[in-house]
C-alpha cells in the first residue's frame, strides 16, 4: 500500500521561506505523476503545483508562480515544494499527491501558517 508523509510545515513571518518534503513509500515513485495541493480553513483544496514522473513537465497555479519551486528527487522517493516570499494567504494545509491512472496517494498533509 502506498504511502506519503510530508514535512516542513510550520509558522513563519511574511517573506519567509519554507521547504516541504514529501517520502513516497509502497509504490514505484518514479512511474508516478507528483503534486502538491492545499487547503485553506473554509476553502475547496485546491492545486498548488505538479511534476512529471521526470520532472521534464511542471506547472504552478498563477498565485504561486515565480515564488515556489517544485521538484522531485527519485533515488530518494521524495518530492519537495520550496516556497520563497510566503504571504498570509498561503496558509493552509499543504497535501502531497500522487496519480498514475486509477492509483492515487494522499498524504496526511502539513501545516504552512504565514503570520507576522
Known amino acids: 500500500q502506498g504511502r506519503l508523509v510530508e514535512s516542513g510545515g510550520g509558522l513563519v513571518q511574511p517573506g519567509d521561506s519554507l521547504k516541504l518534503s514529501c517520502a513516497a513509500s509502497?509504490?514505484?515513485?518514479?512511474?508516478?505523476?507528483m503534486s502538491w495541493y492545499r487547503q485553506a480553513p473554509g476553502k475547496e483544496r485546491e492545486l498548488v503545483a505538479d511534476?512529471?514522473?521526470?520532472?521534464?513537465?511542471?506547472n504552478y497555479a498563477d498565485s504561486v508562480k515565480g515564488r515556489f519551486t517544485i521538484s522531485r528527487d527519485n533515488a530518494k522517493n521524495t518530492v519537495y515544494l520550496q516556497m520563497n516570499n510566503l504571504k498570509p494567504e498561503d496558509t493552509a494545509v499543504y497535501y502531497c499527491?500522487?496519480?498514475?491512472?486509477?492509483?492515487?496517494?494522499w498524504g496526511q498533509g502539513t501545516q504552512v501558517t504565514v503570520s507576522s
Open positions: 509502497g509504490f514505484t515513485f518514479s512511474s508516478y505523476a
Open positions: 511534476i512529471s514522473r521526470f520532472g521534464v513537465t511542471i
Open positions: 499527491y500522487a496519480a498514475l491512472l486509477r492509483m492515487k496517494y
